[in-house]
T-cell receptor
Framework: NAGVMQNPRHLVRRRGQEARLRCSPM?????VYWYRQLPEEGLKFMVY????????ESGMPKERFSAEFPKEGPSILRIQQVVRGDSAAYFC????FGLGGNEQFFGPGTRLTVL | GESVGLHLPTLSVQEGDNSIINCAYS??????FIWYKQESGKGPQFIID?????DKRQGQRVTVLLNKTVKHLSLQIAATQPGDSAVYFC???????????FGSGTQLTVLP
């Protein structure tokens, strides 16, 4: 059973460009979470999605950031008009919520660098 | 606001010794706690979890202790090995909220 997959692993963008981060949850998991991690800090929750629904986006900036989890395909975290402060590691986690509890399994992350 | 924090940012132990990593939380409604291990350049790896109706849970070489009275969580690693060197995070969630709130992490270094 493959784990959570994220791509790209590393992404470099110039200020003003768009960044698209992809996450494929573990097989059988229909709940996806996105977190952001700044250097030497803990992970900060951004958004929680189920298939075709945003359940909680309280941790996501209101502007420039959006997320989706379509019926088919991976979850996408989109950052428009990136700024240097967006440079961070972005982690996706998936959960079999409803099948056992709150366990969240993390992907390897996408490291975004904004030049 | 509510937060999860760690007492010490770094911990160095001799190989073979036991390690104890501590975590304090402030949300009295927290009912689920997880410890993650994160190696450099990788995503957090699940170690062990515990629910608020328990005060102790054991895994392979690891034990998590929960003291709800003082809102304190600890991770004990027995016979620490070089491969245990990593940053360890505690995280919690509460009620219907499904997102995890993470602490800032403790860097564990195992000395030969």
């Amino acid at each position: 059973n493959a784990g959570v997959m994220q791509n790209p692993r590393h992404l470099v963008r110039r200020r003003g460009q768009e960044a698209r981060l992809r996450c494929s949850p573990m097989k059988g998991h229909s709940h996806v979470y996105w977190y952001r991690q700044l250097p030497e800090e803990g992970l900060k929750f951004m958004v929680y999605l189920q298939k075709e629904n945003i359940i909680d986006e309280s941790g996501m900036p209101k502007e420039r950031f959006s997320a989706e989890f379509p019926k088919e395909g991976p979850s996408i975290l989109r950052i428009q008009q990136v700024v240097r402060g967006d440079s961070a590691a972005y982690f996706c986690a998936s959960s079999p919520f409803g099948l056992g509890g709150n366990e969240q399994f993390f992907g390897p992350g996408t490291r975004l660098t904004v030049l | 606001g509510e937060s999860v924090g760690l007492h010490l940012p770094t911990l160095s132990v001799q190989e073979g010794d036991n390690s104890i990593i501590n975590c304090a939380y402030s949300n009295s409604a927290s009912d689920y706690f997880i410890w993650y291990k994160q190696e450099s350049g990788k995503g957090p790896q699940f170690i062990i979890d515990i629910r608020s109706n328990m005060d102790k849970r054991q895994g392979q070489r690891v034990t998590v202790l929960l003291n709800k009275t003082v809102k304190h969580l600890s991770l004990q690693i027995a016979a620490t090995q070089p491969g245990d060197s990593a940053v360890y995070f505690c995280a919690e969630s509460s009620g219907s909220a499904r997102q995890l709130t993470f602490g800032s992490g403790t860097q564990l270094t195992v000395l030969p």
